[in-house]
């Protein structure tokens, strides 16, 4: 038999007697914590990607392939937002998963005494439980560690029942994959240096098989599941370039001297531990760990932070009793050195969010109340969920969208799914299906292809929004730069620009950037583009690291690059620059910073140009780089975004006509009102339209009339003369006349209808024309249902 670690066996805290009574109570209490009921959506970044992952589910599509983000087909769960689909599941797994924590939590800090115990339970009521992100990797290393604690004894490792735990969790999150196989290979191998050949096999076949049997059971084939590692690692590797923010100050060196204390500990369980094989596996998983959520909370260091100090919090609070230390001399080194990172994780804590620290026990209360009030009444909390997604399909609601859309495929630029899942659309996204998560040039190129492709919706919503203080058409760059040569404007709803697909679509080659020049550039050397003028340029800039450089982006995180743009007024555009999303390329002239401006891109009379760009690093991270850029600036073909735009707006005024008019004149801008449950056009008189005659057409049909306010409740229109002729230029033909006073006739209240033979005319123009009788004041006349065939 291998090297163990006998008087583990025999040791009064592992195997110490618990009180019954009490690990129930203490059981129920963390698992009710633990439970988060799911939320209702909302109409935001957060709740739109996590809805749309049980949307995703629901609809069969492959993740790794349709669906290209870090979660995998059960992340829905995590996500734990609830819009109408599998709610059942969502309890359903709270409630076991919470029940499986509860008891790896007891289990592993059953050896703990005292003051030790009263630490460890203290911080899994109050945080430790608090954060599912960080809490599945604590549940994951606790398993991982238990396991090998039960190998070194001799004892059954339960591989059946956490391999298969372990391999559900790896399906719900691509990191959770990651650091549960790692968990399983340390394990598997430890056990194999063993000679116990037996467990290693089985706990690595029980994974993989059980991961594989939850994923085929999630509907999801076999051959994604290798696009589905490559394209998350891809995700994974821009995330950090792109989704960096600067740490706040203290923060940093809060984290070094945790990385400090928990440094000392590992030299000294090193050093005192027999058994280095069984301390190297343990503290090969404590690497991973704190690795994994050290990069999760100091990549984006906000709110994420709380991850790492939690995971932190962990060997300081469950020590002896985590890795079962025993005969180890000095045991009050061990405990300075923890005590000391567990102050450190504490401060940092209170630093990310400080009424986590110090409101936590009310925090905990109500959260507590708050789970057992829902099951108390659970038919309220079903009915209020119910309730709240019911409003928001109101408050978001799209009628006019929907009416045209039908039952057609539609995509969501931007990052507000949630608007087509509130509508009930056919939602047909593109791979990486928010567009600030678009980090890397093959990301980029995937949503593209897509929407060249035969694949693509009918339909695009159109959101132009960033993040993070990046160029405006950086995100999801290459789709952007092609969109509007494949669709067409059609309407605008609630900050929602609807596109229709062309029913010609151009070569997709004649429309790539084509390259104009490449350039090395010095950091903060200006780079002219004032000669390029309107024309639509391509920039792409790849900034290399230097080997200090690559060793802090693997260890922490990239340092801050800045993009400055001067325009033609040298107004100064100073833009977050990710490298990642840099080297794929974007639109920099002319210069978008909101619709209005893309418009004016693509057609306007007065774009905004481009003087000169720089890309700027601040002097203290200038070390981390190259000293040149390469630049590439290329060409890309324009569009009639705009005058196509401005067409179909005023054709959208013009809604219930058949023809959209050449012409119109009127005393007031024309706007949309109902009358009797008909949409009617407000042309206030005096006013004319002219509509093109094709020779051939028989009839002109429509109705024309007053608004009730017009003529009643203090109204004091005296009426007026509508007349429809048609013209060739030289003779004038009057095809109706009709003299209307509704304040004092009621024949002449409502719409009238007329109904004209045109059958006998030739090529010419159709005019429609509103004269006053004697005062306009109050003549707000209207056509409705114009139609011309």
């Known amino acids: 038999m291998p090297n163990a670690a006998p008087s583990l066996s025999n040791s009064p805290e592992f195997f110490a007697p618990n009180n019954r009574l009490g690990d129930t109570l203490l059981w129920i209490l963390i698992a009710l914590l633990t439970i988060n009921l799911p939320q209702p959506p909302l109409l935001e970044l957060d709740s739109s990607w996590r809805r749309a992952l049980g949307y995703f589910l629901h609809r069969g599509y492959p993740f790794g392939e349709s669906v290209v983000f870090t979660y995998g ?74 396991m090998i604690k039960r190998l070194a004894v001799d004892k059954k490792p339960g591989c059946t029942l956490f391999g298969s735990f372990l391999a559900f969790l790896a399906v719900i999150k691509f990191t959770n994959l990651l650091f549960a196989g790692f968990t399983v290979l340390i394990t598997a191998c430890y056990a194999w240096t063993r000679g116990d050949r037996r467990n290693a096999l089985w706990l690595a076949g029980i994974f993989g098989g059980v991961f594989l049997l939850v994923w085929l059971a999630c509907g999801q084939p076999l051959w994604a599941l290798s696009d589905y590692v490559i394209n998350s690692l891809d995700v994974s590797s821009g995330y950090q370039a792109a989704m960096g923010l600067p740490t706040p100050a203290g923060q940093l060196a809060l984290a070094l001297g ?279 340029l391509w920039l792409e800039i790849d900034l290399p690291f230097t080997l200090l450089g690559r060793i802090r982006n693997f260890l922490y995180k990239p340092p801050m690059v800045h993009l400055h743009v001067v325009d033609a007024e040298n107004q100064v555009e100073t833009y977050r620059l990710p490298l990642t999303a840099a080297r794929a390329g974007f639109q920099i002239n002319p210069l978008v910073t909101d619709f209005a401006s893309y418009l004016e891109a693509h057609g306007g009379d007065a774009p905004r140009t481009v003087k000169s760009i720089s890309v700027e690093v601040a002097e203290s991270d200038r070390r981390f780089f190259e000293d040149q850029a390469l630049v590439s600036l290329s060409a890309l073909k324009p569009t009639a975004l705009k005058t196509e735009y401005e067409k179909q707006t005023e054709r959208e005024k013009f809604s219930m006509f058949s023809e959209l008019p050449v012409d119109f004149l009127s005393q007031t801008p024309p706007s949309k009102i109902e009358i009797g449950s008909r949409e009617a056009l407000v042309m206030h008189a005096p ?15 429509g109705a024309h009339g007053y608004p009730p306010g017009a003529y009643s409740d203090g109204g004091e229109t005296d009426g007026a003369v509508f007349t429809i002729s048609w013209t060739d230029g030289t003779d004038r033909i009057e095809l109706y006349h009709r003299e209307i006073d509704p304040r004092n006739n009621l024949a002449d209240r409502g719409l009238l209808d007329f109904d004209l033979d045109t059958s006998h005319l030739g090529e010419g123009r159709i005019l429609f024309e509103i004269s006053i009788r004697d005062n306009p004041g109050w003549d707000w006349t209207c056509w409705s249902d114009v139609t011309i065939e």
Request: some cysteine; glycine content about 8%; proline content about 4%.
């Open 687 to 701: 006013s004319l339209m002219e509509f093109i005659f094709h020779a051939g057409t028989r009839h002109i049909t």
């Open 258 to 536: 945790i990385f400090a204390g928990l440094g000392g500990y590992v030299v000294w369980h090193l050093i005192t531990q027999k058994d280095h094989v069984r301390s190297g596996a343990i503290l090969l998983i404590l690497a991973a760990f704190l690795f994994l959520n050290w990069k999760h909370g100091f990549v984006r260091a906000d709110g994420h932070m709380l991850g790492f100090f939690y995971c932190a919090l962990v060997p300081a609070v469950a020590f002896p009793a985590l890795f079962g230390e025993q005969n180890g001399r000095h045991r009050w080194i061990p405990r300075i050195l923890l005590i000391i990172a567990a102050l450190l994780s504490f401060t940092g804590m209170r630093r990310t969010y400080t009424s986590n620290i110090d409101y936590a026990v009310n925090i905990t209360n109500e959260k507590l109340q708050r789970n057992i009030q829902a099951f108390l009444n659970w038919d309220d909390f079903r009915a209020n969920l119910e309730g709240q997604i019911d409003h928001w399909e109101r408050e978001a609601g799209l009628p006019k969208t929907k009416l045209l859309i039908g039952k057609d495929s539609v995509d969501v630029l931007g990052f507000e799914q949630a608007i087509a899942l509130f509508n009930d659309f056919n939602y047909t996204p593109r791979p990486v299906f928010q567009s600030y998560s678009v980090y890397t040039p093959h990301l980029s190129e995937l949503n593209a292809d897509f929407l060249a492709s035969a694949n693509a919706p009918e339909f695009l919503l159109l959101k132009l929004q960033t993040i993070d203080e990046r160029p405006l058409l950086m995100d999801d760059s290459h789709l952007l730069a092609l969109f509007p040569h494949l669709y067409t404007f059609q309407l605008l709803e609630k900050d929602f620009y609807v596109f229709r697909r062309r029913a010609e679509i151009p070569p997709i080659e004649s429309l790539r950037p084509r390259r104009l020049r490449t350039r090395d550039v010095t950091i903060g050397e200006p780079l002219s583009l004032a000669e390029f003028g309107r024309e639509h």
């Open 73 to 146: 087909p059960l992340g829905f769960l995590l996500g734990n937002t609830y819009g109408g689909l599998y709610f059942w599941a969502y309890v359903t797994f709270q409630a076991a998963f919470a029940a499986i924590a509860a008891t790896i939590i007891l289990v592993v800090g059953r050896p703990l005494r005292g003051v030790s115990r009263f630490c460890y339970l203290t911080f899994f009521i109050l945080w430790g439980v608090g954060y599912h992100d960080a809490l599945h990797m604590i549940i994951i290393a606790f398993c991982g560690w238990y």
